[in-house]
């Protein structure tokens, strides 16, 4: 079940890091552009997370979990700043 959960989690990142890249690509908006980026990296993290627990679960990838989310929030903040200038 769990892993369910994890997967429908990742595709859901994938799926609006594609929909805010299309709606960038049309509006050529730079914030939809970094908020595609943020869940892409959201979704490489949540795909970490099934590697973590269900392939490896005896090889600690918590590191690249938390500095793929780490960048995620990173990238939306620095979008966010950017653009008020």
């Known amino acids: ?3 369910l959960v994890y997967g429908l989690c990742a595709g859901a990142a994938l799926a609006c890091a594609w929909l805010l890249a ?3 690509r049309r509006s050529r908006s730079r914030m939809l552009v970094w908020s595609a980026v943020c869940f892409a990296l959201l979704a490489a993290a ?3 997370l099934v590697l973590d627990f269900l392939v490896f679960p005896g090889i600690a990838l918590w ?3 938390t500095g793929l989310s ?3 929030v ?3 903040i620095y979008g966010l700043v950017m653009e008020e200038r």
Do not use: E, F, H, K
Request: proline content about 6%; overall charge positive; cysteine-free.
């Open 1 to 3: 079940m769990t892993s």
């Open 22 to 24: 299309l709606g960038a």
């Open 46 to 48: 949540n795909i970490v």
């Open 63 to 65: 590191p690249v979990r």
């Open 70 to 72: 780490l960048l995620a």
């Open 74 to 76: 990173g990238s939306l």
